[in-house]
């Protein structure tokens, strides 16, 4: 059991890391580990109370840089929506959601660079709409940051300013899903206790990663938005063909 909390605890570290260069990917990183340590039923809001925790230090790593209009915008509608989602993913098998999440993500990384190329930008109620629908299937599945990613992006956000902005929003849409876990009697004491030292490794990794953020090409910081969209695509089509 010690040895599992060690590989949980040094990959939330790696995680952390990863997503506080690029602003997404530790829950993809973590889930299969997770999963091995503490079996499916409790991965899943394990993960998301590490994710409170986790996109609370980003945010703190990048409180000056967050657009909080963008936040407000994408957040308000998202929180309820990601509740709904975690409501309905207790009814529905996800067997389907991550096949088509899977493809998605492949998909957007062409998509997004020819959105790029027409200057395609995101306004701020298009942001509000995007937030509802990505907080629905954020309730529904692990995680959707690959998904925001492109919303955030599009909205013209960058690096610094990106992940902060990113990581406010789905921090309150992540206490959203936590708290309809808990009513749904799927977020007991010794689960919240492991979500927590989870999320402690994340922060970690998070302010490990904010230098290289600092220092980080923007050419470089797209192209691993990139890898992180393929990644994740592969990663869920993966977990739907088993």
């Not at 959105?115 to 692990?142: E, F, H, N, P």
Request: proline residues 5%; hydrophobic residues 60%.
């Amino acid at each position: 059991m010690l040895e599992g909390y060690a590989a949980v605890l040094l990959v939330g570290l790696v995680a952390g890391a990863v997503s506080g260069v690029i602003g997404t990917g530790s829950s993809v990183m973590l889930l299969p580990v997770l999963v091995h340590a503490f079996g499916p039923r409790q991965a899943v809001p394990i993960m998301a109370v590490a994710a409170v925790v986790g996109n609370a230090s980003r945010v703190l790593a990048w409180w000056r840089l967050v657009d909080w209009r963008a936040v407000c915008a994408y957040a308000l509608p998202g929180a309820p929506a990601a509740a709904l989602g975690a409501r309905t993913l207790w009814a529905l098998p996800a067997h389907a959601v991550d096949i088509a999440l899977g493809l998605f993500f492949v998909l957007m990384v062409p998509l997004r660079h020819w959105l790029q190329r027409r200057q395609w930008r995101l306004q701020l109620w298009q942001l509000a709409v995007a937030g509802a629908v990505i907080g629905y299937l954020t309730g529904l599945v692990l995680s959707t940051g690959p998904l925001s990613v492109p919303a955030f992006s599009a909205y013209g956000l960058v690096k610094g300013a990106f992940i902060g902005s990113e990581a406010a929003s789905a921090l309150l849409l992540y206490v959203a899903k936590s708290l309809a876990f808990a009513q749904l009697g799927g977020l007991p004491w010794d689960v919240l206790a492991k979500g927590l030292i989870v999320g402690a490794a994340l922060m970690g990794g998070t302010f490990a990663g904010k230098a290289s953020v600092l220092r980080l090409p923007e050419t470089l910081f797209q192209r691993l938005l990139d890898a992180l969209l393929l990644l994740s695509g592969l990663a869920l089509l993966a977990a739907a063909w088993r």
